[in-house]
């Protein structure tokens, strides 16, 4: 297993921008996908981003294509989720994901590992 740490939430505007960061543990952190989840109160968790392990593809949800950019940066074993032209429907708890199966980046259910979250909050 590895240890997922998420980092950088907080309280923003309406139209306004924030990056998180996931830092991982161990030392294969380059061959796996990562994912970006989040969940709001009442909610199911939802997929929002994915990008693989070298970094050259990425995926995104449609509710926040354009508007946010999935990165990582494998010699800091992190992934981070900058966050741009925020809306108060964008608030929600962000975790963070490895991807160990070949199922669909999009299903929880393709990720064995998870951070502890980091509440994200865009008032109007």
């Known amino acids: 297993q590895v240890q997922l740490v998420e980092s950088g939430g907080g309280l923003v505007q309406a139209g306004g921008s924030l990056r998180v960061s996931c830092a991982a543990s161990g030392r294969t952190f380059s061959t796996y996908t990562m994912g970006w989840f989040r969940q709001a109160p009442g909610n199911e968790r939802e997929f929002v981003a994915a990008?693989?392990?070298?970094?050259?593809?990425?995926f995104y949800a449609d509710s926040v294509k354009g508007r946010f950019t999935i990165s990582r940066d494998n010699a800091k074993n992190t992934v981070y989720l900058q966050m741009n032209t925020l809306k108060p429907g964008d608030t929600a708890v962000y975790y963070c994901?490895?991807?160990?199966?070949?199922?669909?980046?999009?299903?929880?259910?393709?990720?064995?590992?998870w951070g502890q979250g980091t509440q994200v909050t865009v008032s109007s």
């Open positions: 994901a490895r991807k160990n199966t070949g199922s669909s980046y999009y299903y929880t259910e393709s990720y064995d590992s």
């Open positions: 990008i693989t392990g070298s970094g050259l593809t990425t």
